[in-house]
């Protein structure tokens, strides 16, 4: 677990921010120790985006959404996503392009694994994933 890069879905900082029931504490021990800068977090440029949408939404607030933001870019890194990276991700005719470039965004980035609450929807993809119940037991 230790040093460990993980690229992390948008729903593991919902489950937090959220404060989703019986999801939380998980997500949040997980982040936690990205914030501790025990394990490497990566997030995708686009959930940041995706967080900010669904917060200033849920909230009600543009300053609450930026605090959020704010928060992930402390525990996280944005990872680069570039036109091949795309590109790839197109080839692969997925039925979800955006886990799909998730996962290859997370192979490029060298990451481990992903952590997401919809491991199904990331199954025959180059990278493992792994709620974060599942990967603290790891």
Known sequence: MKNSRIMIDTNIFLDVMLEREGLCDGS???LQLCEDRLVTGFVSASCVTDIFYIVRKHLHSTDAAYLAIGKVLDIASVCDVTNSDVLLAFEKRSRDFEDC???V???S???D???TRNTADFAGYDVPAFTPEEWMRE
Do not use: E, N, Q
């Open 101 to 103: 470039l998730l996962s």
């Open 105 to 107: 965004c997370a192979r």
């Open 113 to 115: 694994c992903i952590i």
């Open 28 to 30: 949040a021990a997980l």
């Open 109 to 111: 980035a060298k990451c």
